[in-house]
């Protein structure tokens, strides 16, 4: 097979600043194929020597971990000017996803499946943070980015801890000067927000952040700007939980804090002390939880986000359905076709190792209306054919025009008025 066959990208995941995700296929021979996802530097970044050297070292860290409850990476390669990694992809969603869910129908994570997925954090955390080289030397690699985002919980009911782009170990090309912050603020821990050197510790305080954040539903540290989190991680003032949450006991609450405790050496010294604490926990409160239990609470959250988007489909079809009436008044017949058959176009661009495409799945879906407007879909050609008209035949067309968009958002309005009531 040829190297410009051996992935191609299925759709966009996610995006941020410094790189994006892809679904992607892995394509062998005998018509093997695997699902993956792909992780790309941005193309302005490329020249960047020292994100570089980060995205690398995020890669060659990665390539060492090996876990149930870490996203394995399979690949690392460099095709169209660009960087990219190849991972194991997890079908299902983050835990900042769930947890604005929970938070838009006004509810919380059970108790009981909070402490199991932070269990299983931990677990992922502590493998890698006594991990060896070949040498047997311990690599001393620490996550430094724990939080909701970087945490996947598949449908199967697996939690995985992912990116480890903000990783320090002893394996490192590129050195984190002293005094620089790296993570974001909302979860870094007292002694990194000060910019003095922190260890595996901090990863403990971050599983803390995130059980808060699971058991409350409340963000512990975000202030109303950077500063204000900041200051907020360095005072490291944890509210009393119970006061929150009912459902919390004053023994969690004790587990809590000292997960969360303000100096590292009044904390739990590893992820394995905290998980032991939290599932004695579990065992003393007969509380039973599995990875059947997240299962289907993430199978519920995905079937009726799937229920919203019918819905908002159906609101796209009809604001679709109405802009081609409209705009097809003084203008040529095919222009709302072309708009569409435009959008639709697939744009593969072929390179060595990767194919890079922007169309979905399936090609025949038509292109969402919101793209569109976004120009996400690709040129729109927008010309007007002049025809041969009077100005009394423009009056008209321009008057009945306007009365049919009047009409048209009122319809739209009553609509969406009528999905909100069912």
Not at 357 to 370: F, K
């Amino acid at each position: 097979m040829a190297n410009d066959e051996k992935y191609q990208i299925i759709r966009k995941l996610d995006a941020g600043g410094m790189a994006e995700v892809y679904e992607g296929v892995a394509q062998g021979i005998q018509g093997f194929k695997k699902k993956i996802a792909i992780k790309r530097v941005l193309p302005h970044l490329v020249e960047n020597e020292k994100f570089i050297a980060m995205f690398l070292d995020e890669a060659r860290i990665s390539l060492h971990l090996s876990h149930a409850n870490i996203v394995q990476v399979f690949d690392i390669g460099k095709a169209g000017g660009t960087y990219f990694i190849v991972m194991e992809y997890v079908e299902g969603l983050n835990l900042k996803n769930i947890l604005n869910y929970l938070k838009e129908n006004k509810r919380v994570l059970p108790i009981e499946q909070s402490i199991f997925i932070a269990i299983e954090m931990c677990r992922g955390l502590s493998y890698a943070h006594s991990l060896r080289n070949n040498e047997g030397e311990k690599l001393n690699i620490v996550h430094r980015d724990v939080s909701p985002p970087n945490v996947l919980i598949s449908k199967q009911g697996e939690v995985k801890i992912v990116d480890f782009g903000l990783a320090k170990a002893n394996s490192q090309l590129e050195a984190t000067a002293p005094g620089v912050v790296k993570g974001k603020y909302a979860y870094l821990c007292p002694q990194s927000a000060t910019g003095t050197p922190v260890d595996l510790r901090m990863d403990v305080f971050g599983c803390g952040i995130v059980l808060y954040e699971m058991l409350t539903g409340k963000r512990l540290f975000l202030g109303k700007n950077d500063l204000e989190t900041i200051e907020n991680v360095r005072a490291a003032n944890i509210p009393y939980l119970p006061e929150i949450n009912s459902d919390v006991t004053p023994d969690l609450d004790s587990i809590l804090r000292k997960a969360l405790a303000k100096e590292p050496e009044n904390r739990f010294q590893t992820c394995d002390a905290l998980a032991e604490s939290l599932a004695g926990y579990l065992f003393s409160h007969r509380l039973k939880v599995t990875s059947f239990d997240l299962q289907r609470f993430v199978q519920s959250i995905l079937n009726n986000s799937d229920e919203k988007k019918k819905r908002t489909s159906f609101i796209d079809d009809f604001i679709k359905e109405e802009l081609s009436v409209f705009t097809s008044i003084g203008r040529d017949n095919n222009w709302s076709e072309s708009l569409l058959e435009e959008g639709a176009k697939s744009a593969i661009i072929s390179h060595p190792e990767i194919v890079w495409s922007n169309r979905g799945e399936n090609d025949s879906q038509p292109v969402n209306l919101e793209h569109m407007l976004e120009g996400n879909s690709g040129e729109i050609r927008t010309s007007f054919q002049q025809k041969d008209q009077d100005s009394n035949d423009f009056r008209k067309n321009f008057i009945l025009g306007l009365m049919l968009a009047i009409g048209s958002i009122g319809i739209i309005f009553a609509a969406a008025w009528f999905l909100n009531l069912i």
